[in-house]
């Protein structure tokens, strides 16, 4: 394992403070740059993140938190350092980048509520609990990779669908240490590729056999019987079971299930306490030119339309299992 391998195993190394300003090691630019991206104030940290420049659910969550700190740096710069009230509509426009993930609204709902109890200076209090809060999501992702490696056979070759966070490389990385030999094919997953730029390379830098097939070839290659497994992530888990994640995982669930191939979801924290069912999570809806463009090239006519939800809803029946921090959670 190298360098560019921790870039996505460990967030501290793609997204952290150097000085007065945040650093973001833009996504949309790997493997072919590892390109800083520096963010001065929460405005800057919520277009980033809308502008796709950090993914993952958890990922998403801590940049959004770091924006919280620098709205409390910025509050404190002008005498302002207990205005709960501007701290609150910073946290709405960092919420309101990416609403279907449930950790970023969480972390932004815990770092309020301990800047109101804790006495001391609101930005110190917010770092603080950054700081717990990374260390924390590593704690959990090797939790779930651990648990993950559990079901994997030596010789299978697994699916996988965006980039799944870093639970995936530790469930890879542990099982290359059992001596299982593992082969991953990766969707490319359009439209930012995350498949193909993130997990791709990752896998490729760990040393294991990493292929790319585009979104709609996986119905072929699960008929062909050369996909043992699949594994997804999820940006929210309802109390019932379902399960939202990047457009496209719907499907492959779909396909999984009838081609009798093992589908499971690495859900780290697991469920949302908050969301009892599917139909309770939103789904976001981003810019349509962003199906339109593909890496700044139009696809179609000028008149064409296009729709993008960035996510879709997987029901439970279709989901083997869960896998989180505290085990496999079988689907009944």
Known sequence: ???KTLILMDIENSVYMEGEKLVIIDRRKLPREIAPLYCGGFKDVAKAIEDMAVQGAG???VTAGFGLYLAAR???KKGEGRNEKALEAAADRLRATRPTGFLLPLLMRNALK???KESGVASEVILKYL??????AREISEATGRHAERVLDSGDTILTHCFPGPAL???LKYAKENGKNIKVVCTETRPYLQGSRLTAWSVSQLGLDATIITDNMAAHFMSLGEIDKVFTAADRIAMDGTVANKIGTLQLAICAGHFHVPFYVLGYGGHDRNTPKGTDIPI???????VLYFQGVPVSARDVKARYPAFDLTPPDLITGIVTQSGIHLST
């Open 1 to 3: 394992m190298n360098e």
């Open 59 to 61: 990922d998403i969550a």
């Open 74 to 76: 910025e509050l404190e």
């Open 114 to 116: 301990r800047v109101g």
């Open 131 to 136: 700081r717990q809060v990374i260390h924390s």
């Open 169 to 171: 490389l530790f469930m």
């Open 284 to 290: 976001e809806e981003r810019n349509p030119e962003e």
